[in-house]
């Protein structure tokens, strides 16, 4: 199956303020909304790397700054992690797995009120020293491993989170943005491509093409919906049509439950978009 992309074409347009230069359509079907979690800086904010973004099972956002703070932008909290992280996830509201250098863990809070800190305890070693986490549907966990040098990277299954059962799926020399499924099926964000993969058939199957721009996220709704964004837009993939309905610079998504929720990294504002699950209906 292969989806081309269209524009939405008849859609409403959102009742919350936007900085200038963005914009947001959503389809016109009740339950659909979307709102300020987290209101956008008024300033643009340069990082040269990607911002780790997760939602925690209360709903929350939470960012990695620098390497070594987690921070909830909706409570004001930061916890400061004594070793530098590449990328973290979500067991629990607030029970993490973090990604350091070859090695995923968790870890025990110490400290105080005032300076909050986090003791990391590594509990598997990883295949590479390069490594980001995505959390699958059910109790998996995807780890996409890199290694520079040999310009490979590695996308790993780990079941039952945190059981040390790894299996490893797929390996590429083309560079991987995002891995999104549940533990059955598997996609993978390549170049301008979404993928699935058939490891009974030892191959993948090309499901979307962007007709521009390469993809930089990709988040899993179920096995007929999936989401995706690109360093200029936020677009979805579903069994019929593929649209994209937001112009953001450098946007970053994640979904829980029937939301989903963007992280404008330029102004580190956070929209919430409830609903999503309507999305695969006709515009």
Not at 9 to 34: F, H, N, V
Not at 231 to 251: C, D, T, W
Request: hydrophobic share 40%; aromatic share 10%; glycine share 8%.
């Amino acid at each position: 199956m292969l989806l081309a992309i269209s524009l939405i074409l008849s859609a409403q347009e959102t009742e919350i303020s936007l900085p200038p230069g963005t914009a947001l359509s959503l389809p016109r079907l009740q339950g659909i909304r979307a709102e300020w979690l987290v209101p956008a800086s008024d300033r643009k904010i340069e990082f040269q790397e990607r911002i780790p973004f997760e939602i925690d099972r209360a709903g929350e956002p939470w960012l990695g700054l620098s390497h070594k703070i987690l921070f909830n932008p909706v409570r004001k909290i930061f916890l400061e992690v004594d070793t530098e992280f590449q990328d973290f996830v979500f067991l629990g509201t607030e029970e993490f797995v973090v990604i350091t250098g070859g090695a995923l863990g968790t870890f025990i809070k110490s400290g105080n009120q005032e300076r909050p800190l986090a003791q990391f305890i590594p509990i598997l070693r990883l295949p590479g020293k390069k490594a980001r986490v995505f959390p699958g549907a059910g109790a998996s966990l995807y780890l996409l491993c890199s290694d520079p040098e040999k310009e490979k990277e590695e996308v790993y299954l780990l079941q039952s989170q945190g059981s040390g059962r790894i299996e490893k799926l797929f390996e590429t020399n083309y560079k991987i943005a995002a891995v999104g499924g549940d533990g059955q099926n598997t996609y993978l964000a390549i170049g301008k491509t979404v993928v699935r993969l058939r490891p009974e058939k030892k191959e993948v199957e090309l499901i979307f093409r962007h007709p521009r721009l390469n993809l930089t996220g990709l988040e899993y709704a179920d096995e007929n919906r999936l989401f995706y964004t690109t360093n200029e837009s936020v677009g979805y993939i579903g069994q019929k049509q593929a649209y994209e309905f937001a112009h953001l610079a450098r946007p970053e998504i994640k979904i829980s439950g029937s939301s989903l929720y963007i992280l404008l990294s330029e102004t580190l504002g956070i929209i919430k978009i409830d609903g999503i699950d309507k999305f695969e209906m006709t515009f």
